[in-house]
C-alpha cells in the first residue's frame, strides 16, 4: 500500500511543479495536459492547463492539476523533512515568497527547525529538520 498527495490549482499547476522540481530536486514524471485528452469537453483556453501532474521526491510522490475555480487546501499541509538546517533555511526562504508564514522557520522543542506557511500557489507546507524523538512516558 502507498498513500500520496494529489493537489488541484486553479490554473498555476505546471508552474507549481516546475519550481517544486527544481528546488525540492525532484523530477516531473507525468505532465498531461487537457488537450490530450480525447473527448476533452473543456473551455479552450484551459487546453494548455494540467491534465495531471506527477512529480517524484525520493520516495514520495506528488501528483496535482489544474481544475476550474480550485481553492487551496486549508487545514491540510504537505509535509517536507529536510537533511539539513541549511537546505531547510532555503526551501522555506524559497516558498515563502508571495505566500503566507503560519509559523517562522525556528527552533522548537520537538525539531532542530521547523516552520508552516503557504505558498504563492496554495499548496500549505510544513518544513522540518532534525526532529528530536521523545521518550513516551509508562501507563
Not at 511543479?17 to 473551455?43: C, M, Q, S, W
Not at 517562522?104 to 508552516?116: L, S, V, Y
Request: aromatic share 10%; glycine share 6%; proline share 4%.
Amino acid at each position: 500500500m502507498r498513500l500520496d498527495i494529489y493537489l488541484n490549482y486553479p490554473g498555476t499547476c505546471e508552474e507549481a511543479f516546475n519550481l517544486y522540481e527544481k528546488e525540492l530536486k525532484g523530477r516531473i514524471t507525468v505532465l498531461r495536459k487537457h488537450a490530450d485528452a480525447p473527448n476533452a469537453n473543456i473551455p479552450a483556453d484551459w487546453n494548455e492547463k494540467v491534465l495531471h501532474a506527477q512529480l517524484e521526491l525520493d520516495n514520495a510522490t506528488l501528483m496535482g492539476a489544474d481544475i476550474p475555480n480550485a481553492q487551496p487546501v486549508r487545514s491540510a499541509y504537505v509535509s517536507l523533512t529536510i537533511d539539513s538546517a541549511d537546505e531547510a533555511e532555503r526551501l522555506f526562504g524559497l516558498l515563502q515568497q508571495g505566500g503566507e508564514v503560519f509559523m517562522k522557520m525556528e527552533k522548537t522543542f520537538f525539531a532542530e527547525r521547523f516552520g508552516m506557511l503557504r505558498d504563492r500557489f496554495g499548496t500549505s507546507w510544513m518544513l522540518l529538520h532534525g526532529v528530536r524523538e521523545t521518550a513516551h512516558p509508562e501507563a
